[in-house]
């Protein structure tokens, strides 16, 4: 497929948006509870266009999940074991989330790879784990500031890409989300331009395209994570190849994320 092909075919697939809230170590159980039933009330079935899914603190999943009785927001945990069971103290396995009623978990987190040295390798058994697993999953990716000044940016996020998917089939990529989340505008108020946002979303689409296939690398979601707020989630939603977001600080305030959400509506037809 030529590359005018393959900007036209990216253009014209309908990927359903996909929108996700990482608490991460932020709430008590009671405010993520009156959290979660405020967002869960608020995005209704005619919303239902958009995956939404919550993240909360592991101690709380079971009750978050217990506060949205709506069906239409999904359960999503921070994290999980590479292992199936055993003597690992402090680990929580795939079939303890799916348990409690999780069905998305995230892996590769900038925090864990940078804050808690988690190595490409390990996040790739924790993928290959949560696959495995029947679970959704939303991999992480992303350069730091000083990878990017040293014109690295894309040699690291293809690295982390590659040891990721070494062992996922391409009947996997269905239940895949790729989160560009560039370290530098994690929690900093940095946003990602729309150009960079496009550059980078298609050097990762071109990753899977000549990993799998075009019409693969066509259908796989791929959001953007990085200091997204209200005020410019459109503009960044509304870029080519930008499937919505994955919000930090913005998704403990039930307003501000659920603007996220319905903003993600506007790229229910990428292009
Ligand atoms: P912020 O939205 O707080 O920058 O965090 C982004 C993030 O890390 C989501 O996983």
């Not at 989300?177 to 150009?195: D, F, M, S």
Request: hydrophobic share 45%; proline share 4%; charged share 15%.
């Amino acid at each position: 497929m030529t590359r005018a092909r393959f900007a036209r075919t990216i253009a014209t697939m309908s990927r359903r948006p996909f929108v996700g809230g990482n608490w991460k170590m932020n709430t008590d159980l009671a405010t993520g509870v009156a959290l979660a039933q405020a967002i869960d009330s608020r995005w209704n079935q005619s919303q239902d266009a958009v995956d939404v899914v919550l993240f909360p603190p592991f101690p709380y999943l079971q009750a978050v999940g217990r506060a949205m009785s709506g069906g239409v927001v999904s359960l999503g945990a921070q994290d999980l074991s590479s292992e199936a069971n055993g003597a690992l103290t402090g680990e929580v396995s795939a079939e303890m989330l799916t348990d409690v009623g999780v069905t998305w978990v995230l892996v590769g987190h900038s925090e864990r790879r940078h804050k808690l040295c988690e190595p490409n390798s390990v996040v790739a058994d924790k993928f290959a784990m949560a696959i495995e697993s029947g679970l959704s999953v939303v991999l992480c990716v992303g350069e730091t500031q000083a990878e990017r000044s040293a014109g690295q940016a894309n040699h690291v996020v293809g690295r982390q890409l590659k040891s990721a998917f070494e062992r996922v089939s391409p009947e996997s990529l269905a239940k895949i989300v790729i989160a560009y989340e560039p370290v530098w505008a994690i929690g900093t108020g940095v946003v990602a331009t729309p150009h960079d946002a496009e550059e980078a979303h298609q050097e990762i689409r071109g990753f899977i395209g000549s990993r799998y296939d075009p019409e693969l690398a066509a259908g796989i979601r791929i959001v953007y994570g990085g200091s997204l707020a209200p005020g410019h989630a459109k503009t960044l939603f509304s870029v080519p190849g930008v499937d919505g977001g994955l919000v930090g600080g913005a998704s403990l305030q039930a307003n501000d994320f659920l603007s996220i959400c319905s903003s993600a509506m506007i790229g229910i037809v990428a292009g």
